[in-house]
C-alpha cells in the first residue's frame, strides 16, 4: 500500500516540479489525475483493512463452530472411521444384470 502512496507523491513531486501556468489545461488535468489517484489509493487501504477485519472474523467463526461441533459430535469423524477397516463391496455386491426385451 505504501508503494502506492509513494508512487503518487512522486508523480505530484514531478508536477510541481514542471513549473508553469498552474491554471493550464494540462496542469489542471494533471492535478485531477493525482487526486483521484489519491483518493483511489485510500479507498483500497480501507478495502484492505476491511478485508482483513472480515478475515479475522471468520477465523474466530470458524474456531468457535469447531468448539460446537465437537462439544455436539465428539471428536471429528476421520478420528473415529481411522479405527475401521474399509473394505470394498463393489464386487461382491454387484446387481445381478437384467436381461430387457426390445419391444415394438
Not at 60 to 85: H, I, K, Q, R, W
Amino acid at each position: 500500500m505504501g508503494d502506492l502512496q509513494a508512487k503518487v507523491a512522486y508523480m505530484r513531486g514531478l508536477l510541481s516540479g514542471f513549473g508553469g501556468d498552474p491554471n493550464a489545461k494540462e496542469n489542471r488535468l494533471w492535478e485531477e489525475v493525482t487526486q483521484v489517484l489519491d483518493a483511489l489509493v485510500a479507498e483500497v487501504r480501507d478495502l484492505r483493512s476491511a478485508q482483513e477485519d472480515l478475515e479475522d472474523y471468520v477465523q474466530a467463526l470458524d474456531e468457535d463452530l469447531y468448539t460446537v461441533e465437537s462439544v455436539l459430535f465428539g471428536p471429528d469423524e476421520e478420528e473415529e472411521t481411522a479405527d475401521y477397516e474399509t473394505v470394498d463391496l463393489s464386487e461382491e455386491t454387484a446387481a445381478p444384470q437384467q436381461q430387457q426385451e426390445d419391444v415394438f
